[in-house]
């Protein structure tokens, strides 16, 4: 069964550090796609990236950058020299050839950066 | 290029009441998911459409829900009669791939 897991619940750093955040996943597909979405204090959701499952090459996108490891099952995203901005609950989300495309979603993590 | 679009944004109701939700996807996008996020259960797939078409219902909480799409332009959430316990942000996505699922804006359901 497909599962993923964000074992940080809450994590709380002083801006300009860099922090990652961790994302676990279980699949028995070998053919899938992984997610991370932001969603900040206003509610919604934003799409920040998306991976499939045979592109194991480390993305960078300015202050982010995304390091899938298929040998771990994990897919962890770093934020460098972080902004108050940033400050948001940050999900990690599967997705199954095999189911659709439905997202699977981890709990999130709460992510504080303070001036 | 408009995004998913939900409305209400916020609907506070009694319990017993009959509530709509509605939802317009991005134009072009053939596949349509209802989620729904609380506290205890993060966030959850309740149903998925593709083309119009119901295919996973698996996460629809009980009969009190339904579903539909009678075009590729509309869907309705309906929950009758509502319960306290179903307060919660529903967010509508919809996607023409792989490539991401995205998100309206949700829609906040208080029963009291």
């Known amino acids: 069964a497909q599962k993923v897991t964000q074992a940080q619940t809450e994590i709380s750093v002083v801006e300009k550090e860099d922090v990652t955040l961790d994302c676990v996943y279980e699949?028995?597909?070998?053919?899938?796609?992984l997610f991370w979405y932001k969603q900040p204090p206003s509610g919604e959701l934003v799409f920040l990236i998306r991976r499939n499952s045979f592109d194991e090459q480390n993305e960078i996108s300015g202050r982010y950058s995304w390091n899938f490891q298929k040998s771990t099952s994990s897919f962890n995203f770093t934020i460098t020299a972080s902004q108050v901005v940033d400050s948001a609950v940050y999900f990690c989300a599967l997705s199954e050839v095999d189911s659709s495309y439905k997202l699977i979603f981890g709990s999130g993590t709460r992510l504080l950066v303070r001036p | 290029d408009a995004g998913v679009i939900q409305s209400p944004r916020h609907e506070v109701t009694e319990m017993g009441q009959e509530v709509t939700l509605r939802c317009k996807p991005i134009?072009?996008?053939?596949?349509l998911f209802w989620y729904r996020q609380t506290m205890m259960r993060g966030l959850e797939l309740l149903i998925y459409?593709?083309?119009?078409?119901?295919?996973?219902d698996s996460g629809m909480p009980e009969d009190r829900f339904s579903a539909k799409m009678p075009n590729a332009s509309f869907s309705t959430l309906k929950i009758q009669p509502s319960e306290p316990r179903d307060s919660a942000v529903y967010f509508c996505?919809?996607?023409?791939?792989?490539?991401?699922?995205?998100f309206g804006p949700g829609t906040r359901l208080t029963v009291l």
């Open positions: 996505a919809s996607s023409s791939s792989p490539r991401g699922q995205y």
């Open positions: 699949t028995r597909d070998t053919t899938y796609y």
């Open positions: 459409f593709n083309n119009n078409v119901p295919i996973d």
């Open positions: 134009s072009g996008h053939n596949s």
